[in-house]
């Protein structure tokens, strides 16, 4: 009669060391874009305006990486240093867009 019995030491053990899940976390990311413009003051005399800037600001704009998960910067759990290069899925980093104007009268 042979008999199994479920152990932590059987051969399908989840806890041994593996590269299964270990992939290229290299990124290029874009982090931020200002963009302004000044209207030439003849312009703005026609229009009684002293001054017009005109501004866009992108933040986070686009990250370029083969990295399967949300974000390829991960960071560390709990500020934990032993737990750094873990991806829980920590949320991804927001994209921001900008737009303005700033006008002196």
């Not at 899940?21 to 990124?27: A, N, P």
């Not at 934990?80 to 921001?96: E, F, M, Q």
Request: proline share 4%; aromatic share 16%.
């Amino acid at each position: 009669m042979c008999r199994m019995a479920a152990s932590s030491a059987s051969s399908t053990s989840n806890f041994r060391y593996s590269d299964k899940f270990v992939e290229d976390g290299s990124y290029l990311r874009i982090q931020n874009i200002s963009l302004g413009y000044n209207l030439p003051r003849k312009w703005l005399k026609k229009i009684a305006f002293e001054n017009l800037k005109i501004y866009a600001n992108l933040q986070n704009l686009y990250t370029f990486t083969a990295y399967k998960g949300y974000d390829p910067e991960i960071g560390s759990t709990n500020q934990d240093a032993l737990l750094t290069g873990i991806d829980n899925a920590r949320y991804p980093s927001p994209r921001i867009y900008t737009f303005g104007l700033n006008l002196t009268f």
